[in-house]
């Protein structure tokens, strides 16, 4: 069993930056990816970027350069900073964990909203 928690949205204005976390608890020994995905209003949830446990990245590229994912393992915190915010931003993030045989684990999600 595993349990993620996001937190760290809010309100910020375009241009600013914020820093999202997901606290991971329970057996993580089957998880093969780590990855944020976020869904704004009336869109399909998309993929914003993924790390694996050897630390490979990849990134939509609608954030390549202003976003960053990161894994904290010695307290098992998986981080999304967001760099450069735009508008187009504004979505609830879910933190997201796949097992190496194919479930997911899903947050609750958190809310970014970017003001222009």
């Known amino acids: 069993q595993v349990q993620l928690v996001e937190s760290g949205g809010g309100l910020v204005q375009a241009g600013g930056s914020l820093r999202l976390s997901c606290v991971v608890s329970?057996?993580?020994?089957?998880?093969?990816?780590w990855g944020w995905y976020r869904q704004a209003p009336g869109k399909q949830r998309e993929l914003v970027a993924t790390?694996?446990?050897?630390?490979?990245?990849n990134y939509a590229d609608s954030v390549k350069g202003r976003f960053t994912i990161s894994r904290d393992n010695a307290k098992n915190i998986v981080h999304l900073q967001m760099n450069s915010l735009k508008p187009e931003d504004t979505a609830d993030y879910y933190c997201?964990?796949?097992?190496?045989?194919?479930?997911?684990?899903w947050g609750q999600g958190t809310q970014v909203t970017v003001s222009s």
């Open positions: 790390v694996s446990t050897g630390d490979s990245t």
């Open positions: 329970g057996s993580t020994r089957s998880i093969s990816i």
């Open positions: 997201n964990a796949r097992a190496f045989w194919g479930h997911e684990y």
